[in-house]
């Protein structure tokens, strides 16, 4: 019998990850168990993606039932689990409309075509301009990793479509300064995930809406990591007073299962026609039907409350680790989306965290050289938080020694 070892993905794989030493085998809430039987807390939660945690018996259930029925059909038959699906998000959500793929980078890929096609029909000559925020990520598709604001992502892969230009995120004078009635779509997290776990200022997001409004630009709500649940709110627009032209969902919304949607409203939606996008699996029954039983778990008072509760338990407990250790110069972010960042002393050392963190029996992430990040399932047992954060102080117990060279 051949045994699978880590050695395999550098074998087979094409390096563009370095994952872990170690390979997990299995699941349970927020445990993970790795081909040794060694048990992990899961603060990573699959990059905000296992909203329920791992083997939900909700999203079980709802993908062996469909499993036995229908897995696929292609575009030219429509089914009732992504219309139900699509019921869900319209009645939940500012949206009139959904267009399903099967990630975020489609997502925006998909809200980005609309925009310049709704830039096109405005008939106003080169009105095709897209502004993104430095140090935002949008996907790995060219077009989505060109909007992103983070140049070691594409440089490599030019010739770069054109038309996409870049400003400070959160300085709303640069955005005065630079959105015109050229511009189709002005592209943004309402918090920077990958950038580092960086909240945009409410004005920010009341100046950027305005400026759609006076150029007749797209605005588009990047919420793939934000979305369902993620920031105590079921969409993080919902807590900003600004609505978006364009959302865009994917990570969590099928709670491990790939599905991505572009929500957006009847005025926009009819500017794209039969045969103007597509994709072959968007909105297919099997993702659909879990995809449905998800949100319907996480869209609850209960839910989206205990996920702000969270929130205010792990600050206080990261506060207390900072208040011994004094690595951080801040905990930020919003709800269960937190970002530990490193003082300027420790700088880039964010990932030599995360390794002892794993070595201890912690599963975290890193949003960039300087931030630590936990995006662990909303429904995260208190219990599994203490014990989590217990081996967390230990990592960074461990941190300190190397450091003083111990
Ligand atoms: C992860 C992420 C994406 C890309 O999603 P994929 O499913 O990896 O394509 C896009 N935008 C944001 C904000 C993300 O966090």
């Known amino acids: 019998m051949s045994v699978i070892t880590r050695q395999d993905f550098d074998q087979y794989m094409v390096p563009i990850y370095s994952p872990a030493a170690f390979i997990p085998v299995k699941g349970e809430g927020a445990k993970l168990w790795d081909q040794n039987g060694k048990e992990y807390i899961d603060f990573a939660g699959g990059i905000a993606v296992n909203g329920l945690g791992h ?18 059909l292609g575009n030219g038959y429509t089914n009732e689990p992504v219309l139900k699906l699509a019921k869900l998000l319209v009645e939940n959500t500012f949206a009139d409309k959904v267009f399903f793929c099967n990630s975020g980078a489609e997502a925006n890929e998909a809200a980005l075509k609309l925009a310049r096609k709704v830039g096109l029909l405005s008939g106003i000559e080169g009105k095709n301009e897209i502004v993104a925020f430095n140090n ?128 957006t409203t009847d005025h926009f939606a009819q500017q794209f026609t039969v045969g103007d996008h597509g994709t072959t699996y968007g909105g297919n029954p099997l993702a659909s039907a879990v995809a449905h039983a998800v949100f319907e778990f996480i869209n609850t008072a209960e839910v989206l409350d205990g996920v702000q509760q969270r929130y205010d338990y792990f600050v206080k407990a990261l506060n207390q680790l900072n208040d011994k ?38 599963l975290a992430l890193i949003a960039g050289p300087n931030v630590v990040r936990f995006t662990p399932a909303l429904i995260i047992p208190f219990e599994d938080i203490d014990e989590g954060l217990r081996r967390f102080d230990v990592a960074l117990a461990r941190f300190v020694d190397a450091q003083k060279g111990v």
């Open 325 to 362: 250790y004094a690595l951080f110069d801040s905990i930020r972010g919003a709800g269960l989306l937190i970002g530990c960042v490193l003082k300027a002393e420790f700088a880039g050392q964010a990932k030599e965290i995360n390794t002892l963190a794993g070595q201890e029996g912690l």
């Open 136 to 263: 935002s990520f949008h996907g790995r598709t060219l077009f989505t990793v060109t909007a992103g604001g983070q140049p070691k992502y594409s440089k490599d892969f030019a010739p770069l479509p054109e038309g996409i230009g870049h400003i400070g995120f959160n300085d709303l004078e640069a955005a005065k300064a630079c959105i015109n009635e050229k511009t189709c779509a002005v592209i943004v997290e309402p918090i920077q995930g990958e950038g580092g776990v960086i909240p945009a200022q409410l004005e920010f997001l009341k100046g950027l809406r305005e400026l759609c409004d006076q150029t007749g630009a797209v605005l588009i709500f990047d919420e793939v990591q934000t979305g369902l649940g993620r920031t105590g709110q079921l969409y993080a627009y919902m807590n900003s007073g600004v609505t978006p032209d364009i959302l865009t969902t994917a990570k969590a919304l099928g709670g491990g299962f790939p599905i991505g949607a572009m929500l």
């Open 55 to 72: 083997a939900h018996p909700i999203a079980i259930e709802a993908l062996k039932t469909q499993a036995e029925k229908l897995w696929h």
